[in-house]
Every structure is written in structure tokens, then in C-alpha cells.
């Protein structure tokens, strides 16, 4: 059984910042390739960023290039989001997957279904 456990959500200012952290529990945490969504209310689940297995190979959504971005620390089994030059539009509940079958250097996929496990999410709420 594979526990992802987000934190780090909060409100904060447009044109602040935060961290997520996703700490992952029950397997080896080098054996997944993680992501980032979003889900605003109303709207679909969406790709946010995703990093390789080995931290070298990172994707993300071109609105957040250069705003969010992702990093994994694979002795503390985690994987954070920063979050910087927050807007409006980026309030929603964030998500953190796994990805089990990813290969070692793979680019972790942009889809929902790419991922077999996923967190409960935390709430950011960026005010105008």
C-alpha cells in the first residue's frame, strides 16, 4: 500500500508565495515518477509539473513555466511544488501521483489516468 500525504496549502496574496510538500509512505519512493495537478472548482482535474524517478527529467504546463516548479529529495521520500508570483487563477485543490510503471529516466506523463496513486490534495486559495 503506497500513502501520499500533501501539505503546504494555504491563502496567500497574489504575488506570493508557498511550498507544497507530498511525502510518500509504504515502497520505495525511487520507484515512482511523481506529479502535480490542480482541480478548480468546476473545472477538470489538470497537469500542473511531473519530475522523472531520478529528479532529472521535469515537465510542466506552460502557464506556471518560470511560476511553479518541481523538485523530489529521494532520501526524505518527498516531492515539493514551489509556488512563486502566485495569481487568482491559481487557486485550487493540489494533488500530488505516482506513477508505478515509469521508467528510470522516463518524462512522467501529462495525464490523470498516467497515475495509480494520488493524495487527498491541499487547498490553495491565492486572493486578488
Known amino acids: 500500500q503506497v500513502h501520499l500525504v500533501e501539505s503546504g496549502g494555504g491563502l496567500v496574496q497574489a504575488g506570493g508565495s508557498l511550498r507544497l510538500s507530498c511525502a510518500v509512505s509504504?515502497?520505495?519512493?525511487?520507484?515512482?515518477?511523481m506529479g502535480w495537478f490542480r482541480q478548480a472548482p468546476g473545472k477538470e482535474r489538470a497537469f500542473v509539473a511531473g519530475?522523472?524517478?531520478?529528479?532529472?527529467?521535469?515537465n510542466s504546463e506552460d502557464s506556471v513555466k518560470g511560476r511553479l516548479s518541481i523538485s523530489r529529495d529521494n532520501d526524505k521520500n518527498t516531492v515539493y511544488l514551489q509556488m512563486n508570483s502566485l495569481k487568482p487563477e491559481d487557486t485550487a485543490v493540489y494533488y500530488c501521483?505516482?506513477?508505478?510503471?515509469?521508467?528510470?529516466?522516463?518524462?512522467?506523463?501529462?495525464?490523470?489516468?498516467?497515475?495509480?496513486?494520488w493524495g487527498q490534495g491541499t487547498q490553495v486559495t491565492v486572493s486578488s
Open positions: 501521483a505516482a506513477d508505478r510503471f515509469a521508467s528510470y529516466y522516463s518524462t512522467p506523463p501529462v495525464q490523470v489516468d498516467g497515475y495509480d496513486y
Open positions: 509504504g515502497r520505495p519512493f525511487s520507484l515512482y515518477a
Open positions: 519530475i522523472s524517478r531520478n529528479g532529472t527529467n521535469i
